[in-house]
């Protein structure tokens, strides 16, 4: 494929222009390890450029449209996307090696929240407060103003809808920075959001480096709200460089997500989403279920269920659409076999491996997905956040040890209970730290509609759903005497 348009430029102030001191970056297609195109290489004086057009852009067009104007104009954006779905396919699968069936549904979600916010812009009210005699009390939902979005490389195209979407309708200016290796749909995005006729300056997009760009952005002081979706160590540089300038930031880090099966679970309903929930996105997913906790009476045919399905799974170029692809990058390759080769090494046991396919180009960054069983709780493989097609299985007997196992990391993002019992059902999900909790099924990455984020070191602040408007808007009370 022809990449459709000049990748090198940057959209600052409705103009495409190349990076100051025209720099780039190469782009490597994952499949292949071959260049794919090139990038701009932002610096901090073209965010510098592309903050003051937002600000600009707040305080003209922007800032005088109402609610409705905005929800019309990012409707269209979403109708306007499933148009180019093709195009925004074929380019995910290229630039991060998403098979196509899942690099599809992204852009399906990309549009779908697009029309979700799109249709709530004119839906956010304030409320009115009894007070004193004498007194009308109302509150406002205002913009922040220009919002700042920085974007990690696994969902490029659903977390760019998520944040640009949200922070549209409640009437801020985005400045986007999506991760250095994945570029190329939220400039395909940006170019259709002008087709769908967004004013200029309302989302300007710098590409480059999280060192230079990311940095420039997060500590800009023309900056009023963060919102960033990547990694606990940048979260906490992002926090820092919020804190110095007094402004507010949603941070949505990682997760060693469990899911727990019960003895008196549907395991034939569970299985799939107990695998997939993995291994989607070659487990390169925030909210994976990768921490698979199996109550000890069904714990060899669940183990056994599991395998057979994981020994089927073929692993292959982003356009073979098998069941998963490559991983984003030799870097992250690297990281991940060094987690099963500690695995092995420690003496865990590999339960089952699926298999790479016989025809993948030898410098793409392919890696098989693993279950590893009988995983110590505190062990390494139990603890981190992997990013790659892992799982463990640990067995419990209790419904206590069930709870305690499943808090038992620093992260709290989703958990998934598996169980007929409907008490034991809500007795868990209260006793569960975390953001979200999926009773018997399992959405990772998926649901426009559901507010998520998470708890501990999965950060804070709520994106999706109608409650990511609150967190894109300042409320403001206006109490009036009339006497
Ligand atoms: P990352 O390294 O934290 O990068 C995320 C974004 O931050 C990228 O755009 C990156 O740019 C940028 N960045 C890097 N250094 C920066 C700095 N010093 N200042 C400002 N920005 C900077 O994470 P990743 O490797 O892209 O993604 C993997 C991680 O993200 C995993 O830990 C995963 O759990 C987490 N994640 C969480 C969610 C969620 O919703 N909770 C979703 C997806 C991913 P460059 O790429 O150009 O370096
Ligand atoms: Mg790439």
């Known amino acids: 494929m022809k990449i459709p348009f000049n990748s090198e430029q940057i959209l600052i102030n409705g103009k495409w222009q190349n990076a100051e001191n025209n720099k780039t970056l190469d782009v490597i297609n994952p499949s292949n390890g071959e260049l794919l195109c090139k990038i701009g290489r932002g610096s901090f004086n073209d ?6 057009a937002a600000q600009d852009a707040l305080n003209g067009v922007w800032g005088n449209y109402s609610a409705m104007e905005r929800g019309r104009v990012i409707t269209k954006i979403g109708e306007k996307i499933l148009e180019y779905i093709d195009v925004l396919t074929e380019l995910e699968s290229l630039d991060v090696g998403k098979p196509t069936k899942q690099a599809r549904a992204d852009a399906i979600a990309m549009a779908r929240y697009m029309e979700f916010y799109g249709g709530s812009a004119d839906k956010v009210h ?4 009894p007070y004193m005699d ?3 009390v109302f509150t406002l939902r205002e913009p922040h103003g220009v919002t700042g979005h920085i974007i990690p490389w696994n ?7 998520r944040c640009v979407g949200g922070a549209l309708a409640m009437g801020n200016t985005c400045v986007l920075k999506p991760a250095e290796d994945a570029c190329l749909t939220a400039l395909m995005f940006a170019r259709i959001a002008e087709e769908a006729g967004l004013p200029k300056g309302v989302l300007n997009v710098v590409t480059g ?8 952005l997060s500590s800009h002081p023309g900056i009023h709200h963060i919102s960033f979706t990547g990694s606990v160590g940048i979260g906490k540089l992002i926090q820092k460089a919020a804190g110095n300038n007094i402004v507010p930031v949603t941070l949505e880090l990682g997760g060693k997500s469990p899911q727990i099966i019960f003895d008196d679970a549907d395991l034939d309903a569970a299985l799939p989403f107990l695998v997939n929930g993995g291994i989607q996105n070659a487990g390169q997913t925030c909210s994976a279920g990768t921490r698979i906790l199996i109550q000890r009476g069904v714990y060899e045919k669940v183990i056994k269920m599991m395998c057979s399905k994981i020994s089927l799974l073929k692993v292959g170029s982003a356009i073979d659409d098998l069941d998963l692809g490559p991983l984003i990058s030799p870097k992250q390759k690297i990281v991940v076999e060094r987690y099963i080769a500690h695995g092995v090494e420690s003496g865990l046991k590999i339960a089952a491996q ?23 709780p505190d062990h390494k493989l139990a603890q981190e956040e992997i990013f790659g097609p892992i799982q463990v299985a640990i067995p419990f007997d209790t419904e206590e040890e069930a709870v305690n196992l499943a808090n038992g990391t620093e992260f709290g993002l989703v958990t998934g209970v598996w169980t007929r019992d409907g008490s034991r059902q809500l007795r868990i999900a209260k006793a569960i730290k975390a953001g979200q909790i999926f009773i018997n099924n399992y959405g990772a990455g998926g649901g426009v509609e559901l507010p998520f984020g998470g708890v501990g070191k999965s950060g804070f602040g709520r ?5 990511a408007l609150y967190g894109f808007s300042v409320l403001k009370t206006i109490a009036a005497y009339h006497g």
């Open 155 to 161: 969902y490029p195209m659903q977390i760019t809808g």
């Open 134 to 136: 004498g007194y009308t």
């Open 126 to 129: 304030g409320h009115t407060i």
């Open 209 to 216: 480096l999280g060192i230079e760009a990311g940095a420039a």
């Open 354 to 376: 699926g298999l790479i396919s016989d025809d993948c180009p030898s410098a793409g960054c392919y890696v098989v997905p693993t279950l590893f069983r009988d995983v110590p």
């Open 463 to 467: 994106e999706k759903g109608f409650e």
């Open 47 to 52: 965010i510098d450029c592309a903050v003051v």
